[in-house]
């Protein structure tokens, strides 16, 4: 394996603008396959059809993000130590990437099964069950689709990534696309989308700078891997379901009809949370550089850093009050416009969500993961009491205040923590401008 140090290749500012350009371009094409397949089934099947498929997709969307354990990061950063080594860096990462794929197919495995589980307990239609069954088939490639990806992170091939996501997410828009047109159900849809994951798979692992027959097993780095993952992977978890719980309460809590109002209207939040993490995670190096070395200066470039998705975020909010109708009767046509009020409180939610977001990263590079684990619990709590009390009455206009209530409640745990440990920190200041920008977006609501 060609050596080349992960220093060399991170300090070149050139390299870090490219592999961002390609990490963004790889988010805007998910963004397009996911788009585009939500507006034709709302466009082309009756609105419990699409209820359906919302479910799928968000059972789909949950276990897909518990299954990796929140172990991303730690793989990259593992991946890049251990090839930045002088010597027996080669043995090191093929032990690492082979008792890491042992690792989480048994997590894959786990999860299929209770993906499938779900699936037959959420609801009694046969779509629902059968396209759980499949989607959870899934999980196991996905999983070793992420330590291919934090290989080709930790060695600078982004445009690897964007290569591999460019083929999937065409052949997800072409492919699910001609099925719907047919008039194939959600069953033959997620076995399209299950293809195009081993797909992925093939394609990362027959160009993988190691050949896959040379990865190794050893146990002390899968009991290394097992002792680290409860922090990730509760964390993980309990993030996953904050994003999913508001549309699991609708299901057992409101009608088919309202959670596919939920779920046209949630489609917007997609595109933020990607075009987001790929933001912090571009500022992620510096974060932890800064409050390592530097705690004041770190304070001030979290607070920097906080401010232009803020603003972002802010601007945003407000215009989905003009804008959602419009927007919602454009993309998905005229049945979905009565879910324009919940599209403008996912809007307003992004802004705390923005905060959670870069709030995350200044506790990681603090040693303090454990606070966002409690914040995320916080939230959960918060997110089903307010669900459960607004649901039943409101119905997907509820479930978007639950989720934004849970974000709130992030934000104000994960901002009080930091600004307890940095005391110049002025996330403060950003969070009451962003407050202000709510208050007056509700009032405008309000009024209309």
Known sequence: MDHIPIQDQQNSTARVGRNFLWMTWSGIISIASSLLVWVFMARMRDIEDVGRFAIVMGLYALFLNITILGLMPYLVNEISRRSSLITGHERSVKEFIGSSALFLSISGILCAIAMTASGFIISDSYQVRMSALVLGLTLVPSNLIAIAEATAISYGRMRLIAAVATIENLLKIIVPL???????????????????????????????????????????????????????????????????????MLAYLSTEGQTAEFGAASRFLIPVSILLAGYVNTVQPNVARLVLNEPEKGGRYLSKITTYPL????????????????????????????????????????????????????????????IDLYANVAGFIVCVCAGIAAIPRYGALGAAAALLACFSAMALIEIAVLSKRMGVIKIWR?????SAGVVLISLLIWNF
């Not at 950003?430 to 962003?434: M, P």
């Open 178 to 248: 001609a099925l719907i047109f047919t008039g194939f159900d959600i069953v033959a849809i997620s076995v399209s989308f299950a293809a195009t994951r081993f797909v992925s798979m093939v394609v990362y692992f027959a160009v993988s700078i190691v050949p896959v027959w040379h990865y190794a097993f050893q146990f002390s780095e899968f009991r290394k891997l097992a002792s680290v993952c409860p922090t990730f992977a509760g964390t993980s978890v309990m993030a996953s379901l904050n994003w999913q719980a508001p549309l699991f």
């Open 311 to 370: 603003i972002v975020a802010v601007v945003a909010a407000f215009g989905s009050v003009f804008l959602s109708e419009y927007v919602l009767h454009l993309l998905f046509g005229e049945k979905y416009v009565t879910a324009a009020p919940t599209l403008n409180l996912l809007a307003m939610s992004v802004i705390p969500f923005c905060i959670v977001m870069v709030a995350s990263r200044g506790l990681i590079a603090t040693g303090l993961q454990r």
């Open 430 to 434: 950003r969070a009451a401008l962003s």
